[in-house]
């Protein structure tokens, strides 16, 4: 197999993943259908991030082209691997976490095991992985691809789509809705926060507010 690099992808205006990073997943939940990874995708640490997605597709055994990836990550980009299929091979461990965290990526998702989790977790660096294998990857130079899309959590990442990732889950985003969908997001957070306070509060029942009692009540009636 050969390799492709594809150019680096622009990156998401700081304005947009600041209001991405008032968000959670689960909110953009309540309405969006696509762009969630897998729930199988789960986190390593527990942290919400935002960033841009950079690609990386490598078969099985090998991670020559990840390594290499490490001299090509900018500060802000988001990691995605797709291992082609490969549930056995752990490719990122705590080298691998090292040399992403030093080049500036802010979290990564490999749709596979990882290894050494004691060491992502002391390099506090945040990650989404399908759980973790001893048996590791070597430098077997097989090939593989930057910036192309891929597959990661039965999920299609584009290079330069938007990243939110937090306890929940990992959601990618077209550049041109983040905007739009974080602020909408936003809103409906704090009115969220509202409802959350009244029922805490004793000021009001959570069904009452919400509407599910008058959809009973009227099936009763």
Known sequence: MSYKINPMPDQIPAEDLALLAQC???????????????????????RRVVGTAVTIAIPGPDSTLLHHLLSL?????????????DD????WGGGVTVGAKAAGAVGAVVDGPCTDVEEIEASDFPMWCRGVSPITTRLYDLGGA???????????????????????G???????????EAQKAIEIQARGKGREGQVRDGLARLGDLSGATAKVLAKLG
């Not at 939940?29 to 640490?45: A, C, D, E, T």
């Not at 990550?73 to 995605?80: A, K, M, Q, T």
Request: net charge negative.
């Open 170 to 180: 990992v959601l990618v985003l077209p550049r041109d809705e983040v905007a739009s």
């Open 146 to 168: 930057i910036n192309v899309p891929v597959s990661c959590g039965n999920t299609v990442v584009m290079p330069g789509d938007a990243v939110l990732a937090d306890e929940s």
């Open 73 to 85: 990550i900018r500060p802000g980009d988001f990691v995605f691997v797709d291992r082609l299929h």
């Open 24 to 46: 959670e997943t689960a909110t953009m939940g309540h309405w969006r259908q696509f762009g969630f990874l897998s729930r199988q995708i789960q986190p390593v640490i527990r």
């Open 88 to 91: 056995r091979f752990a490719c």
